[in-house]
């Protein structure tokens, strides 16, 4: 079988509910692998919710309905405070990315307590802001941007990921609406160990298939590069 836009492979899913220190509840979805112990975890921050950002934004979602199974990772996806998707509506009302912060510590205290191995945290758009601000936590390995605009962080924020010597990763699209490769390169400077990733043909919401496979491709490349390259069918040959 071919795997397509709409494949779902094997994993096992569970709803799960994220709590806030501010009191509130966040739902969300951790998927993992059917038949062993994943290898390393990602921890999801979607586009912006009030442009129809949410935790089933078309690239996290198969990288949930994928990942598991292709590539032994733990997808942790969940509506920031606010947000709604066929989950459910989180509690709460976006605050533009400052209460936020607690959304995010609270995706790293569940995959923490959960005993979730090797936490690389993943950012699209608004999410990369999140990311950048909120996420330079101890348990976190590194982070993946996906189409950073850099609007809300500052270099203050790029300054703390540069001190950290974590790794940072910023998948750039050629077309995109914010921030392009040349740009992105020159803001990211500061960061010694950031690697910036022109994406040829890709635009900021990573429309069409071919821009989805080189994300996941590249994310995998960092978490689990045995992985690679990530099979196309299903079952593998």
Known sequence: MEIRYDTVLPATRTDITLHTADGLGLVGELAVPADRRPVATLVTLHPLPTHGGMMDSHVYRKAAARLPALAGLAVLRFNTRGTSSERGTSEGEFDGGDAERLDVLAALEYAEFHDLPHIWVVGWSFGTELALRW???????????????????????????????????????????????????????????????GVDGARHLWVGEQYVRRAHEEIVRRVNPAALPLPTRWPPS
């Open 135 to 197: 996420a330079d936590d101890p348990v976190v390995e590194g982070v993946i941007l996906l189409s950073p605009p850099l609007k809300r962080a500052t270099d203050d924020d790029l300054d703390r990921w540069a001190a950290s010597g974590k790794p940072l990763v910023a998948l750039v699209p050629e077309f995109d609406d914010y921030l392009r490769p040349d740009e992105a390169a020159l803001r990211f400077a500061r960061v010694p160990q950031a690697e910036v990733i």
